[in-house]
């Protein structure tokens, strides 16, 4: 059974300060989403990792994959109060048709100045 | 264009009563999905659908949850006999089709079971 675990489940961090979310998941898959969600609203698609390697990066966000250590990373640069949200990564079930998403609990994500 | 929709935005219902809840997905998309978000459990795959069969169901908690799309286009997910354990928001998410990357999320379903 695929397993995705996130961590940390909560960060407060100081505007201008750089930190790293860490997402883990237990067994083979060929995709890797990140997600946003802002308070009563729906999920934010930030990036998506499709193979070993991949780095993509969005203004003060960057995400990579490691498909053999089965970590993805989400880092963040320089934070800016307007990052507050929370954060989900999410894999892919491998091996059957149609993408199943299974989430991570998310990591809750408080700038503050 | 158009966004994946959904209705009602909020529900408030009596335990043991029947709700529906719809999903209109994006023009074309011919892949959708159920996911339910919860405190206690986060965010969890129901069902999906291509076109209109649903070759996965294994996501969904119970008998009393079913779900159906007609016409390749617009769902429902139907709970009877609901449970406050049932409350929760639903989401629905559409992609082109089952093997395109992108999953795009409606803004959910807010089902408060009294």
């Known amino acids: 059974e695929l397993k995705v675990e996130q961590n940390p489940l909560f960060l407060s961090m100081q505007e201008g300060k750089n930190y790293t979310i860490y997402c883990n998941y237990s067994?083979?898959?060929?995709?890797l989403y990140w997600y946003r969600q802002d308070p009563g609203k729906s999920l934010e698609s930030l990036f998506v990792?499709?193979?070993?390697?991949a780095v993509k990066q969005e203004g003060r966000l960057m995400a990579s994959l490691d498909t053999k250590a089965r970590l993805s990373t989400l880092h963040i640069t320089a934070a800016v109060h307007d990052l507050s949200a929370t954060y989900f990564c999410?894999?892919?079930?491998?091996?059957?048709?149609?993408?199943?998403?299974?989430f991570g609990k998310g990591t809750t994500l408080s700038v503050s100045s | 264009g158009a966004g994946v929709s959904q209705s009602p935005s909020n529900k408030v219902t009596e335990k043991g009563k029947d709700v529906e809840l719809r999903c209109d997905p994006i023009?074309?998309?011919?892949?959708l999905y159920w996911y339910r978000q919860s405190l206690g459990q986060g965010l969890e795959f129901l069902i999906y659908?291509?076109?209109?069969?649903?070759?996965?169901k294994s996501g969904l908690p119970s008998d009393r949850f079913s779900a159906e799309r007609t016409g390749g286009s617009v769902s429902t997910l139907t709970i009877q006999r609901t449970q406050q354990e049932d409350s929760a928001v639903y989401l629905c998410?559409?992609?082109?089709?089952?093997?395109?990357?992108?999953?795009?999320f409606g803004p959910g379903t807010r089902l408060t079971v009294t």
């Open positions: 999410a894999v892919a079930r491998a091996n059957q048709a149609g993408t199943a998403l299974i």
């Open positions: 990792l499709l193979s070993n390697g």
């Open positions: 659908f291509q076109g209109n069969s649903a070759p996965d």
């Open positions: 998410a559409s992609s082109l089709d089952i093997v395109a990357y992108e999953q795009y």
């Open positions: 023009s074309g998309h011919t892949a």
């Open positions: 067994t083979t898959s060929d995709r």
